[in-house]
């Protein structure tokens, strides 16, 4: 942990941060897309190691959404060869610092060996008492709450819950994101200012910081920036 770093007040327990840029990030270099991706990753690693080491509880980073499979064939392969090597080596290397990694989004659309790995890693970092990293990975928020829709008028249509007993509380636990707390802040760095289907139920009271930064750039520092900005925010949840 940086020592002394002056975060404005306490870390908030869950981040949500939106990987977006990598694309442009190559181009400014000249380079296929594809090498953002790679330079994107790297930093994935790097910003989720930080945020473990400041004592965040939860991280949540958007990774590929529903929305992902429309780009070019060769772009999504290369990502998919970037989740299996970072599955093998990245995540790995995150056991060793107490970091239990969940995988939220519609996994069974990926390749067997992807899944199979994606089923590993979380199977034997379950154990693990430190951070809880959610990967986003074919997530898309409104596919999320769909399920959880379904899943609920299954359960009524099996007798086992009333519509009455359809509580804000029953939904939330109905999401990927059960038993976890909201996310107190969502950053989008890129420039970009949209939400982009990420986290839409557990995002109502979210707070949102937005930087004029590509993802491959973004640094642990922007990091630190994002919470003061966060802690100097009056947050009311619809009151005065
Ligand atoms: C958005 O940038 C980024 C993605 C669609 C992929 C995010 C993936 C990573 C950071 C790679 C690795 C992650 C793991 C878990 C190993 P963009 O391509 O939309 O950028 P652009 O808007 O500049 O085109």
């Known amino acids: ?23 442009r990030w190559a181009k400014k270099r000249g380079l296929p897309r594809t090498a953002g991706h790679t330079a994107g990753a790297q930093n994935f690693r790097t ?6 080491s400041i004592g965040m509880k939860y991280l949540t980073l958007y990774a590929f959404s529903t929305e992902n499979w ?11 060869r970037l989740f299996r090597q970072y599955m093998e080596e990245a995540l790995t290397d995150f056991m060793d610092e107490n970091i239990r990694v969940r995988f939220i989004g519609d996994t ?6 992807l899944r199979e790995l994606i089923a590993e890693v979380e ?12 990967l986003a990975m074919n997530y898309g928020g409104r596919a999320e709450l769909t399920r959880a829709m379904r899943q609920i ?3 009524i249509r099996r007798g086992e819950m009333r519509p009455e007993d359809v509580t804000e509380d029953v939904i939330s636990a109905h999401l990927y994101t059960a ?40 640094k642990s520092s922007d990091l630190d920036e994002a919470i003061r900005i966060f802690n100097h925010r009056n947050r009311r949840y619809g009151g005065v």
Not at 70 to 80: Q, W
Not at 108 to 113: E, G, N, R
Not at 197 to 211: G, I, K
């Open 153 to 155: 008028g299954e359960k």
């Open 47 to 52: 910003i989720t190691r930080y945020a473990a």
């Open 108 to 113: 069974s659309a990926f390749a067997p060996k």
């Open 1 to 23: 942990m940086a020592e002394g770093t002056d975060f404005g007040g306490a870390v908030p327990q869950h981040i949500g941060i939106i990987m977006d840029g990598n694309g």
């Open 179 to 218: 038993g976890q707390p909201d996310p107190d802040l969502v950053i989008r760095p890129s420039g970009e200012e949209r939400i982009s289907n990420f986290l839409l139920w557990q995002s109502a009271y979210t707070e949102f910081v937005y930087f004029d930064i590509l993802w491959p750039d973004f």
């Open 123 to 134: 199977e034997s970092s379950a154990p693990k008492t430190g951070m809880v990293l959610n």
């Open 70 to 80: 429309s780009r070019p064939a060769a772009e999504v392969s290369a990502l998919m």
